[in-house]
C-alpha cells in the first residue's frame, strides 16, 4: 500500500502524539508501582507528570483530531479513514485514560466511617486495634479493616483526622 | 494517625501511589501528595508542609475497650467483610516481596519494630525483645524512657521515665501478679514506691493520680521505619 503525502503527514503528526501521550500516561506508573524503590528525582518528576499532564493530553487530543479532520478532507478510502480514526481516538483514549489514578481505582477509601459502641462490637478480645483519643472522644479502628482501607478521613470531636494503616 | 488539616483548611485523601513500599496520599483539596509514615507533602501546592501527628495507640481491642468503655469502633461494611485482612495477615506480610533492605543492621528488613521519634532522635526496638523482656529501660537522645507490654503480651506504649513533678529520671520495676495494692498495677518505681498501671498512671502509693508524659510508638516494618528514619539508632537487647 503506497502511502500518499497527505497520509505521510498524517502519520507524522499521529504517531508524535501517539508518543508523546503515551509517555505522559505510562511514566507515572512506570515509577510508581509497587515493590520498587522509587528515587526522589524520579518519584517528583512523575508527580508532577501526573499534576500538570491534563492541559498536555488535551492538547495532543485535539491536534490528533484536527490532523484527522484534515487527512479525511483528502483522503476518500475508508479503510485508511478507518485506521487514522483509530489512531487519533487511540491519543484522546489515552488522554481519558491518565484521568484515572490506578491506586485511587483499586484501593476504594472508605466513605463517611460509621462507629458502633465498643460494648456492641463483635470484635474478639486479641484483635488488633489503632486507638486514639480526641478531647472526651476515643476512637478504635480494628487493623484488619482499615488494613483493607488503608485511609479513613473521620471527624473526632470536631478535629479532621486521617487514619492510616 | 494525622490532624487531616493545614491552615484551617480540611484535607481529605485518598491512597494514590507508593515511593519505597511507603503509600502516598493525595488530597482532594490542592492536590498535594503526602508520605505517609511521614506526614510530609512531597509535591504539589504544599510540598515541604507537614501534617500533626495525632497520638494513637496498638492495642488488643480487650485493653481498648476496658479502657475506653464508651468509645466508639469503626464499623464493619457487610459488602467489604470478605475484603478484610485475614486474621493470620501479619504472618503472610513476612513473606511479601522486600526491595529496600540494610542488612549491615543485622536486622530482616520485614522484622517488626516499635519506633520511637522525638527528643531529637530515633530509636528502634525489636519487638520480639520487648515480648521477651516485657518492660525496656532506655533513653530516646537524651531523654530516659521506657517501654512496657501490656498484660495482654501484645500492647505497647512507651513514656518519659521522669514523674512529673519529681524532676530527676526514675526507674522502673514490673510488678507481680497478686503482689501489688492495686489490680490494675503493672509497674513501680523506685523513687516514690508507687505503683503504675499500663496507662502509665499512678494506682497506688505517693504518685497516685499523677501521669506520666507518652512518648508516641510506632510499630513497623525494620526498613520501612529506617528508610524513613535514616539517622535511627537501634536497642541491642541486654545480655544477662
Partial sequence: ?165 | MWRAEVDGLRLRFHLAGINDQNFLMRDEETGSYWQQITGAAVSGPLAGRRLTLVASDELTFATWKAEEPRGTVLRELPADTSLYAAKDWDVKMLKAPIVIAYPESGLAPRELMVGLHGFGASRAFRYDALLKEKLIEDHLGSEPVLLVLGQDGHSVRAFRRRIPGAGAATDFYRVLVGQSASPAALLMDSATGSEWNFQGCGVAGKSSGVCLDRVESIKDYWFDWRHFNPATTVYRAKRN
Fill in chain 1, 1 to 165: 500500500m503506497k502511502i500518499t503525502t497527505p497520509g505521510r503527514r498524517f502519520l507524522l503528526y499521529v504517531v508524535l502524539c501517539l508518543l508523546a501521550s503515551f509517555a505522559l500516561l505510562v511514566y507515572p506508573v512506570y515509577v510508581i508501582r509497587p515493590f520498587r524503590a522509587q528515587g526522589v528525582r524520579e518519584l517528583g518528576v512523575a508527580l508532577a507528570v501526573t499534576r500538570y499532564r491534563a492541559p498536555f493530553m488535551v492538547a495532543l487530543a485535539a491536534a490528533s483530531l484536527a490532523a484527522l479532520f484534515w487527512y479525511w478532507r483528502r483522503e476518500g478510502r475508508w479503510l485508511r479513514r478507518t485506521a487514522s480514526a483509530a489512531a487519533a481516538l487511540a491519543v484522546a483514549a489515552m488522554g481519558l485514560a491518565s484521568r484515572v489514578n490506578i491506586y485511587e481505582l483499586m484501593f476504594h477509601p472508605l466513605g463517611p466511617p460509621a462507629f458502633v459502641a465498643a460494648g456492641q462490637s463483635k470484635l474478639d478480645g486479641d484483635e488488633m486495634v489503632i486507638a486514639i483519643h480526641v478531647g472526651p472522644a476515643a476512637r478504635a479502628y480494628p487493623i484488619r479493616n482499615i488494613s483493607y482501607y488503608h485511609i479513613v478521613n473521620d471527624l473526632v470531636d470536631g478535629v479532621p483526622i486521617v487514619a492510616t494503616y
